[in-house]
């Protein structure tokens, strides 16, 4: 079928649309590993905030905790031993 574009022409055409065919899939994995990478990553932050969380939490309990042992009024209790 004769056209009026250069045959060099169409086959140049051809050839990149064959390229672009040809590296979809590789450009499509390679969009899924970066999701992947940045998910993992976003991921990691979470874990990393959420131990820093119970870290806090942890030392706020044993801070509570000391400070109700330490308030315990033991003068009394020595007294009752005393005068035994």
Request: hydrophobic share 40%.
């Amino acid at each position: 079928m004769p056209t009026s574009v250069n045959e060099q022409i169409t086959d140049s055409v051809t050839q990149v649309n064959t390229k672009v065919l040809g590296d979809a899939p590789a450009i499509a994995m390679g969009s899924i590993y970066e999701s992947l990478a940045h998910a993992t990553g976003v991921l990691m932050e979470n874990a990393v905030s959420q131990q820093n969380q119970q870290s806090i939490t942890a030392q706020a309990a044993t801070t509570q905790g000391v400070a109700q042992i330490f308030a315990i009024d033991t003068t009394s209790s020595a007294k009752v031993a005393e005068n035994e």
